[in-house]
């Protein structure tokens, strides 16, 4: 870009100086920046698109490895849960057992006291 804008320089100077100057090479050179800047938002776009592909494939490995977390998460809530299922159960099974047996010494030694 910098060598178009010397180019138009030494151009700018020549039509000043000289009175035969043909505009066409003014043409052909504005041709030439509108290339340039079209060659440059294309780079710039190609540049655009792939950082956002690339933020795209970050964005889905981060949601895989959350997924991947939340799924570890529910099994171990769910292990954890059961454990505390059987645990409560079986204690509870043992309290009633318990009381089943406190029943029945007391109403045997109560009929043993007749």
Do not use: C, G, W
Not at 46 to 67: F, N
Not at 102 to 112: I, Q
């Amino acid at each position: 870009m910098e060598d178009l804008f010397s180019q138009l320089s030494i151009i700018a100077n020549e039509a000043l100086d000289n009175e035969d100057f043909d505009p066409s090479r003014i043409e052909e050179l504005l041709l030439l920046f509108e290339q340039e800047a079209r060659a440059s938002l294309a780079a710039a776009e190609e540049e655009h698109m792939k950082a956002a592909r690339e933020a795209e494939a970050a964005m889905r490995e981060a949601e895989a490895e959350l997924d991947s977390l939340l799924d570890s998460s529910t099994q171990e809530f769910l292990l954890t849960s059961s454990a505390l299922a059987d645990a409560v159960s079986n204690a509870s099974e043992r309290y009633m057992d318990a009381a089943l047996a406190s029943a029945m010494a007391t109403m045997n030694a109560a009929f043993a006291d007749r």
